[in-house]
Each structure stands twice: as C-alpha cells, then as structure tokens.
C-alpha cells in the first residue's frame, strides 16, 4: 500500500499518485520493471488469485491485458486438485464460501450465474490445478506490492469469479488507485459489512424496487432487468445497444469512486 509519506508528497504537491507513479517507476519499493502476473494467497476457507493477461471476451476487453481477481474455496481447490470427471454441479455447489449467498450460486441451490459455464469452468479448474500447496500462504506487503504492480495502467475486472466483496478495502483502494479503470458487482450490497463496497462496486440489483433500496444505502446499482423501464444507463456493450463498447474501455459499473454517477441496466435475454 501507498506508505503514508508519499501520500503526503502527493497532496503537498498536487499530484496524482497516477501520474506521480507514471513519473517515477520506482516509488513505494515497487520496481516496475519486474513483475508477475498471477499472485495467490489463502485467507480462511478461500483462495483468491489476481491475475494479468488476455481474454478472448469481446464484451471485457478489446485484447488488451487486464487484471482479473478470482476468489475460490478451498474446497473447489481440494476437488479440483485430488480428483477428475465430477462435473460442474459438484464444483459449483462447493461455493458457500467464496459466493456466500448469492442466489446463482451454486450452494444456494439454482446456480444460473453467467460463470458456470462450460469454458469458464474448465479455466477455473486448470487455474485450480496450477496452484500449489505452497503458493497457499497470507496476502503479504510483498504480494500486495504485486498486486499494485500488475493494476498499474491497467483495466481492472474484480470478481471475474467469487464474491469480490471478500477483498480487503486496502487492497481494492490500493488497485483502484493505480488502475486505468475497474468494474466491480456485488449481490452483497444488502449486508451491512458490505455497505463500504459501494465506494467501488456496482450493487447487483434486479429491478426498480431493488435499485431505489441500493440507492438510499448508497449503492449505484446494475439492474440485470427483464423488462427495461428503470431510470438508467443501458450498458454499451449490450445487445440492445449494439455491442457498441466493452468494459475496459466504458467502465461505468465501478461504484461511487469510479466513472459516472448514474445506474446501468442490461436486459436479461
Ligand atoms: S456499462 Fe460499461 S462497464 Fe458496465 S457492464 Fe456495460 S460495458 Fe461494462
């Protein structure tokens, strides 16, 4: 995280960290020109993982890397690494801790979230796969450092996978600071834990009813809506508007911090 002695030179200055790192690569211990892309760490029953590279998702990036964030359970991890041929309705039902009670996970019963999907699930089990017993330690300085590293310039995707809420505050501040830009969605916005979220996520909503309740905690919302009428923003790399963006370029949905003030909708095909 930024020490607080530079934050100090920033505001004596009138800088942006942005353009204060953009000046001097080396700034805070973090060398620049040295970096991972994938960094692991375990904290209780969950394994999150950030990673930088490429999709192939047209409605994410326009083949630009970004840094996406993964949050999986340690039991999701264990299935993944000790055994083969359990299908997705296995792995997805082990997802109360990292999905909580999202009503499209898996443990909630119905599933249905647009990450279960037959690709994405052979992703995660191969990201699974790759991780070692070792690489499951605390999130450190040294890996936080990383972290900073990777996001710097870069669009950030929070919760490519898992409930991006169960990401420290210092860590999505610390990411959303250097970033170009980030998205962030929650089905935790109801929660009070989760209430400071709102700073940087989009509150997963469903309608007019559920929008106007975001509101008054302070969400902006993302109004997945079968019928359209909300007071909102349609999403530019929807059908109904032509596929005309995607989110590394708009990035509207990033919460009270990021870009825009209004809601986003998107009809639900
Ligand atoms: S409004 Fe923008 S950031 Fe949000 S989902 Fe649509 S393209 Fe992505």
Known sequence: MVPSKEKKFFIRFNISLTH?????????????????????????????????????????????????????????????????????????????????????????????????????????????????????????????NEIIKMSFNTYVRFGTYGEPSLLPISLINGISYVADGWTGYTHQWEKKWANEYSQWFMASTHDAKEQRKARTIGFRSFIATTIGTEKAVSCPASKEMDYKSNCAKCGLCSGVLGKGTKDIKILEH
């Open 20 to 144: 204060y790192l953009k000046l001097s690569p080396f700034v805070c211990g973090i060398n620049y020109r040295s970096m991972k892309n994938r960094i692991v760490w375990k904290e209780g029953e969950n394994i999150f993982v950030v990673r930088k590279g490429k999709t192939s998702n047209d409605k994410i990036s326009n083949g630009k890397p970004l840094v996406q964030t993964y949050t999986f359970s340690e039991k999701q991890w264990v299935l993944a690494s000790t055994s083969k041929g359990f299908g997705m309705k296995k792995f997805f039902a082990l997802d109360g801790s990292n999905c909580l009670d999202c009503p499209y996970s898996g443990n909630q019963g119905k599933g249905g979230c647009y990450t279960h999907k037959f690709n994405q699930y052979v992703g995660f089990l191969s990201m699974l796969r790759s991780i070692s017993i070792e690489d499951l330690t605390p999130l450190d300085r040294d890996k936080q």
